[in-house]
């Protein structure tokens, strides 16, 4: 197995360094309008003083500042995988092959 890997990446690096690559594409897509705003009010808390503020006050931004985290998320798209899924999906990969 450590012969296969090693032979198939031995290619690649000698290719890398003869074949200049330009980018031309923006790897991240553009943000919505939602997405822009939900930063801009996590950047705002992140500069707030909150040493004025109370506990129970201080307790709703930390609520606030999570839920706009996972706003982000589900806004952002993508998928999402667990250390443990990842376990599961390489094992089944070698139980079947």
Not at 2 to 18: D, E, G, H, K
């Amino acid at each position: 197995m450590a012969v296969c890997l090693s032979v198939s990446f031995i290619p690649t690096q000698s290719f890398a360094t003869s074949v200049p690559v330009t980018a031309t594409a923006d790897p991240k897509p553009p943000l919505s309008a939602e997405a822009n705003a939900i930063i801009t009010r996590l950047n705002e808390i992140k500069t707030m003083d909150k040493s004025e503020l109370s506990s129970s006050e201080k307790k709703s931004l930390r609520k606030e500042v999570r839920s706009l985290r996972h706003d982000l998320r589900k806004a952002g798209g993508g998928i999402y995988l667990t250390v443990g899924a990842i376990i599961i999906i390489i094992l089944l990969l070698i139980l079947l092959v």
